[in-house]
């Protein structure tokens, strides 16, 4: 019986070292905090919560919460952009489709769009993954402002740092 023939029981863990340049995985066993600190206020009833932060690869994953109704921004992606609605309802004013509690939604590179949360939601939390940067704009393309992976990572220091968590909080949720 030669090595390559031999088996192995499913369950055994891998067993050679992982590369030593590799990251630390993130793993966050409650998403959904209940520690009202961990929300970074992004506009007024507006929060994002951090998982992910990856400044060598120039894109973040977080929980965007709204406690508000009507139009929170209207913003370009130069790439892709992931969402999973968890709680709520939302739309974009330049589509005909609602994002509803479980909708998957996929946002093709170069699209420009204005998200809306009707009136009746109360709060709506959504997980997105988001490339690149997202450009704040007019609704006739004009630059108004940006958001990359580093002011989100300024954001939390700042919020961490002067709400008793620590800057250094946010480094968790950093690769």
């Known amino acids: 019986m030669s090595e390559k023939d031999t ?14 340049e590799a ?16 929300w970074v206020p992004q506009a007024e009833n507006v929060w994002f919560r ?3 932060l990856n400044a060598s690869q120039g894109y973040w994953m977080n929980l965007l ?6 139009v929170l921004s209207r913003h370009r992606h130069p790439q892709s952009v992931h969402g999973m609605v968890l709680k709520g309802r939302w739309r974009y004013l330049e589509h005909d489709w609602v994002a509803t509690e479980g909708s998957y939604v996929y946002e093709p590179p170069g699209e420009t769009h204005t998200l ?4 009746d939601v109360e709060e709506m939390i959504t997980y997105f993954q988001v490339n690149g940067v997202m450009y704040y704009c007019d609704p006739y393309g004009n630059h108004t402002g940006y958001e990359d992976v580093f002011t989100k990572i300024d954001m939390c220091r700042k919020h961490y740092a002067s709400n008793g968590l620590g800057a250094g909080y946010v480094d968790q949720f950093i690769r």
């Open 7 to 20: 088996v192995y029981p499913a369950t055994m863990p891998y067993q050679l070292p992982f590369p030593a």
């Open 50 to 52: 951090p998982l992910c």
């Open 65 to 70: 919460r709204v406690r508000r109704a009507g």
């Open 116 to 119: 809306y949360v009707p009136e």
């Open 23 to 38: 990251q630390k995985e993130i793993v966050v066993p409650s998403a959904i905090p209940d520690d009202e600190r961990v």
